[in-house]
Each structure stands twice: as C-alpha cells, then as structure tokens.
C-alpha cells in the first residue's frame, strides 16, 4: 500500500511564504507525475503545479511566478515552495502522485490526506 504523507501547511500572513512537502512510502516501482491540487469551498479540486519524472513543471496561471514545484527522486518527496502568498490562496492543498507499483503494472493515482494553508490579510 502506498501513502503520501503532506506536511507544512499552516498561518501565514499575506506576503509571506510556506514551503509543503509530500513524502511517499510503501512498496514503490517508480512514480511518474508528482503534483499539488487544492479545493476551494464548493468547488473541484484544482491542479496547482505538476512535475514529470523527468522534471518538466508545470503551474498554474494563477501561481505561474510565486509557487514553485520541485522533486527528489532518490527520497521520492515533492516540494512545493509557496512564495508571495495571498489570502485567496487559502485553502487544504493535497499531494498527488501516479504511482508504479511493478515494473510492468498500471499506473495508480494516489493522494495525500490534505494540510491546510490559511493566509491571512
């Protein structure tokens, strides 16, 4: 079975800045796309920014410039380093990756359980 396990989350105040980070364990081939979505109150999980195993990012138009997603292979973690924070970027923001469980096997879509990020004006 495999977790992911988000931390980081927290208060900040506007203008300020929080790094998450998202650590996978269990029995693990390899792990394509890593990424970080939030959910607005009412509304459907939204992709912030998604990193290829080969490093290729992409973000968000409304935290293109602020946010920045990075990966650590070798200790299968995701970084998602939050710059500029605003009181809309309040919200719970989950880890997500598509996982290899064998060589030959599927891909699996697997989520952390969420940490939240208030940002207060």
């Known amino acids: 079975q495999v977790q992911l396990v988000e931390s980081g989350g927290g208060l900040v105040q506007a203008g300020g800045s929080l790094r998450l980070s998202c650590a996978a364990s269990g029995t693990i081939f390899a792990i394509n796309d890593k990424g970080w979505y939030r959910q607005p109150p009412g509304k459907q999980r939204e992709l912030v920014a998604v990193?290829?195993?080969?490093?290729?990012?992409n973000s968000a138009d409304s935290v293109k410039g602020r946010f920045t997603i990075s990966r650590d292979n070798g200790k299968n973690m995701v970084y998602l380093q939050m710059n500029s924070l605003k009181p809309e970027d309040t919200d719970v923001y989950y880890c997500?990756?598509?996982?290899?469980?064998?060589?030959?096997?599927?891909?699996?879509?697997?989520w952390g359980q969420g940490t939240p990020v208030t940002v207060s004006s």
């Open positions: 997500y990756a598509a996982v290899r469980l064998r060589r030959y096997g599927n891909l699996v879509a697997v």
């Open positions: 990193i290829s195993i080969s490093g290729v990012a």
